[in-house]
């Protein structure tokens, strides 16, 4: 049974262990792309073999600052699951999101360890920067899920229609691929390659070779991205009886757009660490409401507040 008195405080917890794996993620990737991922050296989880190292240099100080961060980023995340657990393990979808949560933020962690201990190839980083959004996005749909619950929602009227559900799984999932292979290119430092933009060293079509080909078909999956989302929010906007499915696409058309003019910034800016930064945050978000969004469109995994509500006035109906 839902208590009301609780939900202030999973809502706390939610919204601090989300922005606690939002600062570990964007932390990490300043760690790897400021060259600071051996400023411990290759000792884990000791840092230069101490518990508290000397910070000789800015290179251990943003190392040892990503791992304390990981650390009270877990101590928040496992916070608020136990919360979920004790209050809410009786819905399936709670259950669901916390097996994601627990099994990308060990596999993360793992793979932290190994890029200390091992020179990773940046096929293995990309993965690690896409397991850490996986983490951060379970996470921060359970808060939702804690939001969501905690007011009265009318059960839509209509079902959502099966393409609208199939057009945001896909996109979900190439958006998925689209930011692996945007960091690949960010970690084999690869951006350089291809200078200009929109045209690449001066050419509308560079080809496929090397590292520029490597930056090219970021190009044009971007752009895809973008033809991607308007036909997704094509479909969703014929779900006249679901606003909030229609707010998520159009949150999603914005971000897209706004990305892709990130990323213009950042081969302006020459690369520059700030224009990474915006261009992560960028992702970050882009990848949360895709993620919210596709599991709007899920009946099903909303299924521990539709039933809850089903005395709730149907909308476009009536009791």
Known sequence: MHDPRRTPRLRGWGIAATLGLFVVNLVGFIDAQTGSAYGCGQDWPLCNGQVIPNFTGL????????????????????????????????????????GVAVFFIVVQSILGGLAV??????????????????????????????????????????????????????????LFLVIYWGSYVSFRAAGQACRGWPLCNGEWFPGFNGLTGIVFIHRLAAVALLGVVIWTGLAIRQERARPDLRRAAGILLSLTILQIVSGAYLVASHWTLNAYIVHVIGVMALFYVASYLAMLVDEEFWTGWTRRRAHARPIGGSQ
């Open 117 to 174: 201990l091992f020179v990773n190839p940046p096929e293995i980083l990309a993965l690690h920067l896409g397991f850490g959004l996986m983490a951060m996005n379970a996470v921060g749909l359970l808060t939702a899920w804690v939001f969501r619950t905690a007011r009265p929602v009318p059960v839509p009227s209509e079902p959502v229609a099966p393409r609208s559900r199939l057009r945001a799984w896909f996109l979900w999932t190439y």
């Open 59 to 98: 290179h251990v100080l943003i190392e040892f600052g990503h791992r304390a961060l990981v650390v009270v980023g877990i101590v928040l995340v496992m916070g608020f699951l136990v919360a979920m657990w004790r209050h809410h393990r009786d819905q399936a979808v709670v259950r669901l999101l916390m």
